[in-house]
C-alpha cells in the first residue's frame, strides 16, 4: 500500500504562482506513475500532469502545457507540481495520485489510479 500526502496549497491572484508538494510512502519500491488531479465544485475530477518515476516521462493537460511543470525530488518518492501563471479556471482541490502502471492513452484518466492523497486546495482570484 501506498500512502500519499500533499502540502503546498493556498490562495494567489491570477497570474502568481504556487508549488505543491507530494510525498509518498510505504510501499514505494519499483517505479509507477506518480502525478496530480484536481476536481473542482460540480465538475469531474481531472488530470494535470503525471510522471512516470522511472522513465521521466512527463504528460500534461492541455490546458495547463506551458504553465505548469512536474518533477521528482532527489529522493524518487516525492513529486512537485509548479504552477505559473495561475488563472481562476485553475482554482480546485489538487490530489496526488499514483498507480503501478499506466499507459499513456489512460495516463491522465483519474480511474486508472488506485493510491490518492487527501487533497490540497488551490484558489485564485
Known amino acids: 500500500h501506498v500512502q500519499l500526502v500533499e502540502s503546498g496549497g493556498g490562495s494567489v491572484q491570477a497570474g502568481g504562482s504556487l508549488r505543491l508538494s507530494c510525498g509518498a510512502s510505504g510501499d514505494t519500491y519499483g517505479t509507477y506513475c506518480m502525478g496530480w488531479f484536481r476536481q473542482a465544485p460540480g465538475k469531474e475530477r481531472e488530470g494535470v500532469a503525471v510522471?512516470?518515476?522511472?522513465?521521466?516521462?512527463?504528460y500534461f493537460a492541455d490546458s495547463v502545457k506551458g504553465r505548469f511543470t512536474v518533477s521528482q525530488g532527489n529522493a524518487k518518492n516525492t513529486l512537485y507540481l509548479e504552477m505559473n501563471s495561475l488563472k481562476a479556471e485553475d482554482t480546485a482541490m489538487y490530489y496526488c495520485a499514483a498507480a503501478r502502471s499506466c499507459s499513456v492513452s489512460t495516463v491522465l484518466v483519474a480511474s486508472g489510479y488506485n493510491y490518492w492523497g487527501q487533497g490540497t486546495q488551490v484558489t485564485v482570484s
Open positions: 510522471r512516470h518515476t522511472g522513465y521521466g516521462t512527463t
